[in-house]
């Protein structure tokens, strides 16, 4: 029962351009919300996180965006580097509960 | 320095068998956990360790018993292996076990877990 759901399972963005990476979420007891990069190989990195109690968040070339009444976020990436294409997980939390994770969504950014 | 590590990175080995998974991290960080990824790429919370006491199990198999000798360490270990416990297995660590803002979760680079 996935509570936190990404539904591209893949995206392709020419370099230089917005990536927005979509996610989803069924729980409204969420209240904290993250972005994780993970490449091939590796464990997922911390990326961006946002309070329920905001609606955007902003950190350098990356923004997450909450819409609450819609359980709804994303991850925008401007510009769009190379070496951003990984894996993007969505995760979300409750307080004292381990996150939920998405699926993932893999980036793909193009010369 | 590596902040989170796993051994091994992979293991391939026979069902029924038994194997562990270790996991250490130099963080000082109170709480571990173990997550599993599958063939389907969903990563879930396996188990989570607040200062060396359970404090999460989700309906995880009871072949798997994680055990943590100090804070710095919760290792896997998981008898009689079947062919779904093929995965790819992720230690990680944090402050606080919601990861909240400054307690993010680290994670190490996976065990690929493969059961023939």
């Known amino acids: 029962d996935q509570q936190v759901k990404q539904n591209s399972p893949s995206l392709s963005v020419q370099e230089g351009r917005i990536s927005i990476l979509n996610c989803d979420y069924t729980n409204s007891m969420f209240d904290y919300f993250l972005w994780y990069k993970k490449y091939p190989a590796e464990g997922p990195t911390f990326l961006i996180s946002?309070?329920?109690?905001?609606d955007k968040n902003e950190d350098g070339r990356f923004t997450v965006f909450l819409n609450k009444s819609a359980k709804h976020l994303s991850l925008h990436i401007v510009p769009s580097q190379p070496g951003d294409s990984a894996v993007y997980f969505c995760?979300?939390?409750?307080?004292?509960?381990?996150?939920?994770f998405g699926k993932g969504t893999s980036l793909l950014v193009t010369p | 320095d590596t902040a989170v590590s796993q051994t091994p990175k992979y293991l391939v080995t026979q069902m029924g068998n038994d194997k562990s998974i270790k996991c250490e991290q130099n963080l000082g960080h109170d709480t571990m956990y173990w997550y599993k990824q599958d063939s389907k790429k969903f990563l879930k919370i396996m188990f989570s360790y607040n200062n060396k006491e359970l404090i999460i199990n989700e309906t995880v198999p009871n072949r798997f018993s994680p055990k943590s000798p100090d804070k710095a360490h919760l290792n896997l270990h998981i008898n009689s292996l079947e062919l779904g416990d093929s995965a790819v297995y992720f230690c990680?660590?944090?402050?606080?076990?919601?990861?909240?803002?400054?307690?993010?979760?680290?994670f190490g680079p996976g065990t690929r877990l493969t059961v023939l």
């Open positions: 995760a979300a939390s409750t307080p004292g509960y381990a996150l939920n």
């Open positions: 990680a660590s944090s402050q606080d076990p919601s990861g909240r803002v400054g307690d993010t979760q680290y």
């Open positions: 946002i309070s329920s109690i905001k």
